[in-house]
C-alpha cells in the first residue's frame, strides 16, 4: 500500500481533544489505502517547559543530557495517539526514535539524521498494522545517547521518514493554513500562497518563518519529497494548505514571495582585532565549535592594521558567544580590544526567485526602509534574497511597508 | 570504590530546587568516596498526570503504550539530576532503562527485572564518572519495547541495582523520616521503628503501607542487600531513618508491629456459581490473565450443588474484572447468576513476628473491632499478619482502636 506521512506539531497535539480530532484526520487517510507514518510534537508548551527546567539547572549544559530530558516530550504524545487511534480501531503502535531506530550524528541538541532503517515498520506494515506513530524531534547517537534535531525537528523527522518510505506525499499540520507572503500577525494585508518553490521556502524558513524548519526544505528538496503545509484546525481537501515544490511547477509569480523576519537577532562586534589572513578563519571556528551560528557578516574598512567584526547571533546564543571568545581571548588564540553587544535588533528579508531575472529590488528596498527613518545596520544578499539587520523597534512597520511596497497581496 | 544505591521518591525531587537539595545530599555520599547509583523517580505528579491522561485516552489501554507514555517522567528527572551534579562538578550522566540496559520480561505496566548488566555503568565508573543517575520503574522487554514495573517500581530499581551492583547498602529516600507503626495521618500515636524485618515490611509493604513497594522488599530478602528508609527532607545521621533488616539482628520487638491498611479494595462475589473440582481455576485463571490483583478469597457453603465466591480487588480493576468474567460468561467458560461488587470496602491488618510465638492475638484483633460495631467482611491470616476487609467508613476508627488496643506507641 502506498504510505503517507503526516506530522503535527505541539498546538495541533495540545491536549487529548484535539488529539482524538488528529486521529479522525488520521482515520481518513488510513480509509483512503494509505499506511501511514505520523510524526508527532511534543504537547504544545510541554518542550518549551523541559527547555526551561535544563536552563535554569545548567545555563551551559551537556547537549547529551538536554537530549534526554527534552526529547521526553514526543514520547508522550506518540503513546497517546497509539491509543487514540486503536480506540478506533486502527491498528497503530508508537515508536520512540532510538526504537525505530532514527540514526543520527552526535551533534547533541542539533543533530543530523544519517539514516532511517524501514525494516522495522514496514514488518509491522506488512503484519496488518496501518499507523507507524513515531515521536518526532529525537534518534540515536553512534555512542547509544538520544539525540535531538533541534526546534522543529519534528518536519525534518517527517520529510526524512517521507523520503526513506519513499511516500507518497508528507503533509506538515501546523497551526497555519499554510505559507503566507508575510507574518499575518504583523501584516494584516498577507496572503495564503497556493505554491512555493523549494528554494523560496528555503530562504522563508531560514530567515525566521516559523512554518517549516529549514533542514526539512532542504532534505525535501533533495529527495523531491512532495511536501505540502496544512492547518490541522480545519476541514481539509486535498488541494488545502501551500504546496512546496520545484518552481517549474509553479507558472506565475512575483518578484517577490514573501517578506520574512527574525526577531530575536543580536549584533556582536569584535573591535580592533589585527587585519591579517586567516583571522575570520579563527572568530568563526572558535564560534562554530562553541555551536554559535552567526548569520550576517560584515568587515569594517581596515585601519593601522585592525579591523572591527561585525555579525548577527541568535540572542538566546550570546552568552556562549562570549564565553567562547572570551576563552580564545584569555588563551591568547585572539587579540582584541572589545566585544560589542547589541541584543535589540531584527533581521527583514525579501525573497523571491523572480529577483533572479529582475534587477532594481534592493533598491526598491533600501528606498522604502530610508522613506520611514529606518536605519539599516547590516546588509546581506543572495541570489533570491536581500535582508537587512535593523532596530528591533521599527521590525513591524518595516514589514508591512515592505509588503504594501512590493505589492504582495495581490497575487501574480 | 564501594558503590552506593540512593533512590529519590517524587517529592524528593518535586521541583528545581528539591532536585537541588537531593543533588548535596548525593555530593555528601560521593565525598565519603563512594561510587553512587541514584534511581530517580517522576518528578510528584507527572506520572499521575500521565496515567490520567492514558485512562481518558483508552480506559482498556494497550499496556504496551501505557508503558511508553507512563515511562516518560522518570528520563525528565534523570537528566535534571546530572545536569544539577553537573553543575556542582560531579561527574554524572544519566541512563534510561533501555540504555542500561534493566532487562525486564514483557509483562507490560508490571514488569519483573530479569537481569541489570553491570558492564556499561562500571566502565564508566572506571573513567572517573561518580555518579550513574538511572531513570526508575522501567526497563525494555525482551521485544525491544519500554516496560515499566508498576507503581512504586522505582523502589524495586533500586535494590535490584544494589544487588547486581554488590551495593554496601540501598538508601530509599521518601517524604516520611522511616517506617510507622501505621500511617501517623490516621493514628496520631504513630511511632518509627528503627528497625523492622524484613518479613514485617514485605506484609506492611503488600498491605499498602505504601513507604516500599513488595517486590523490593523480597528482593532485598533474597539478595541480603541492607536496605533503609530515610527523609529527604531532613539532615541526615547514619542512623536515621528505619532499616529494614532481618529479624536476627533485631533485639527485641512488639507481638505486633504495625497495622497496615488499604483504602482503595473492592469487594466482588459471584453468586450462585457450580460448586465442582476445578472451578476457582477457572475463575482466578481469567482474573490473572486479565491483570487482575485478587487478594482475600472466601468461598460459602455450597448449597444444590451451587456456591457464591467472594473475593477482594484494587478498585481500579473492577471493570477489568468485570469485563473478563462477563466475556468468560458469554463464552461459556463459566455460568454464574449475577455479580455484586461493593467499591466502598477497605483492609485493615496486624503484622508482626512475634505471633509466630504468641497466640489470642486474632482473638484480640476480632473482639476490638467487634466493641467498637465494626462488621467483618473477611478474614485473612498467615504467619505474621492478620487481614480483615471492612466496611470504609470505619477505616480510621478500626486502625486507631488496633494501635490503641496493641500498644503500639511504646516501643518494645
Known amino acids: 500500500m502506498p504510505v503517507l506521512v503526516m506530522k503535527f506539531g505541539g498546538t495541533s497535539v495540545a491536549n487529548l481533544d484535539r488529539i482524538k480530532r488528529v486521529a479522525k484526520r488520521i482515520g481518513v487517510e488510513v480509509a483512503k489505502g494509505y499506511d501511514v507514518i505520523v510524526i508527532v510534537s511534543a504537547m504544545s508548551g510541554k518542550t518549551n517547559e523541559l527547555v526551561g527546567w535544563v536552563n535554569e539547572t545548567s545555563p551551559l549544559f551537556d547537549a547529551r543530557e538536554y537530549d534526554a530530558v527534552v526529547s521526553s516530550g514526543e514520547n508522550v504524545t506518540a503513546g497517546l495517539m497509539a491509543l487514540t487511534l486503536q480506540e478506533m480501531d486502527v491498528p497503530a503502535r508508537s515508536w520512540q526514535g532510538w526504537q525505530v531506530p532514527v540514526m543520527t550524528t552526535s ?7 544519517e539514516e532511517i532503517p524501514t525494516d522495522n515498520i514496514m514488518a509491522k506494515f506488512g503484519e496488518g498494522m496501518r499507523v507507524a506513530v513515531v515521536a518526532g524531534f529525537q534518534g540515536i547517537s553512534p555512542e547509544g545517547r538520544i539525540t535531538t534535531l533541534g526546534r522543529g525537528g519534528s518536519d525534518t523527522t517527517a520529510v526524512a521518514f517521507a523520503a526513506a518510505f519513499g511516500a507518497e506525499r508528507c503533509d506538515i499540520y501546523t497551526d497555519v493554513d499554510g505559507v503566507y507572503t508575510t507574518d499575518p500577525r504583523v501584516s494584516p494585508k498577507a496572503r495564503k500562497l497556493d505554491k512555493i518553490s523549494f528554494e523560496e521556502m528555503l530562504e522563508l524558513a531560514s530567515l525566521g518563518a516559523k512554518v517549516l524548519q529549514t533542514r526539512s526544505v532542504e532534505l525535501a528538496m533533495r529527495y523531491k519529497v512532495k511536501l505540502r503545509v496544512l492547518s490541522s484546525f480545519e ?99 585572539l587579540n582584541f580590544a572589545d566585544l560589542d553587544v547589541d541584543m535589540d535588533v531584527a533581521k527583514v528579508s525579501v ?40 532596530d528591533r523597534k521599527y521590525l513591524e512597520l518595516a514589514v508591512q511597508a515592505l509588503h504594501d511596497a512590493f505589492e504582495l497581496e495581490k497575487a501574480a
Open 351 to 390: 525573497v523571491g526567485i523572480g529577483m533572479r531575472s529582475q534587477s532594481g529590488v534592493a533598491a526598491k528596498m533600501f528606498k522604502v526602509l530610508s522613506d520611514d527613518g529606518v536605519n539599516i545596520r547590516v546588509i546581506t544578499t543572495s541570489e533570491i534574497k536581500i535582508s537587512v539587520l535593523i
Open 107 to 113: 551533534a547533541h541538541a542539533s543533530a543530523r539524521i
Open 235 to 333: 476541514e481539509q481537501s486535498d488541494e488545502a494548505g501551500t504546496l512546496v515544490c520545484d518552481e517549474e511547477e509553479i507558472m506565475e509569480s512575483n518578484v517577490v514571495a514573501g517578506v520574512a523576519f527574525s526577531r530575536d537577532e543580536a549584533k556582536m562586534t569584535l573591535l580592533s582585532v589585527a587585519d591579517r589572513p586567516g583571522i575570520a578563519s579563527i572568530i568563526f571556528g572558535c564560534l562554530s565549535e562553541a555551536g554559535v551560528n552567526v548569520d550576517m557578516i560584515v568587515q569594517n574598512i581596515s585601519e593601522e592594521g585592525r579591523t572591527d567584526m561585525t555579525y548577527s547571533l541568535p540572542t538566546d546564543q550570546v552568552k556562549r558567544a562570549e564565553q567562547a571568545l572570551d576563552e580564545l581571548k584569555s588563551s591568547g588564540g
